[in-house]
Nanobody
Framework: RVQLVESGGDSVQAGGSLRLSCAVS????????MGWFRQTPGKEREVVAV????????NYADSVKGRFTVSQDHTRNMLYLQMNSLKAEDTAMYYC??????????????????WGQGTQVTVSS
C-alpha cells in the first residue's frame, strides 16, 4: 500500500519560511494526484495545494497562492511544500495525501485515499 510520512514542521515567526517534506513509498504507478492539506482544531481539513505526479496539473488554495509552492522529486520519492511569507493563520497540522486518479482540480479531503500522519506548523505573529 501507499505510505506517506510528513516532516519539516516547526515553529516560525510570521514572514518566515519553512519547507515541508513528504516521503512517499509503496505502489505508485500511473495517474496519481498528490496533495497537501491542513487542519486546525474546530475546522475541517482544507486543501492547500495539489500536483499531478506527472506534473500535468498544479493548483493552490487562494489563501496560499503566491506564497506556497508544491514540488516533487521522483528520484527521492519526495513531495514538498515550500512555504514563504508565513502568516499566523497558516498555523495548522499539515498533511500530505495521494489518490490514484487524474489530477484536474483542487478537490477536497474526500477525494484522497492515502494520508500521512501530519506535521505541525506554528507561525508566531
Amino acid at each position: 500500500r501507499v505510505q506517506l510520512v510528513e516532516s519539516g514542521g516547526d515553529s516560525v515567526q510570521a514572514g518566515g519560511s519553512l519547507r515541508l517534506s513528504c516521503a512517499v513509498s509503496g505502489y505508485i504507478v500511473g495517474d496519481y494526484c498528490m496533495g497537501w492539506f491542513r487542519q486546525t482544531p474546530g475546522k475541517e481539513r482544507e486543501v492547500v495545494a495539489v500536483i499531478a505526479r506527472d506534473y500535468s496539473y498544479t493548483n493552490y488554495a487562494d489563501s496560499v497562492k503566491g506564497r506556497f509552492t508544491v514540488s516533487q522529486d521522483h528520484t527521492r520519492n519526495m513531495l514538498y511544500l515550500q512555504m514563504n511569507s508565513l502568516k499566523a493563520e497558516d498555523t495548522a497540522m499539515y498533511y500530505c495525501a495521494a489518490d490514484p486518479r487524474i489530477c484536474r482540480s483542487l478537490g477536497s479531503v474526500h477525494e484522497f485515499r492515502f494520508w500521512g500522519q501530519g506535521t505541525q506548523v506554528t507561525v508566531s505573529s
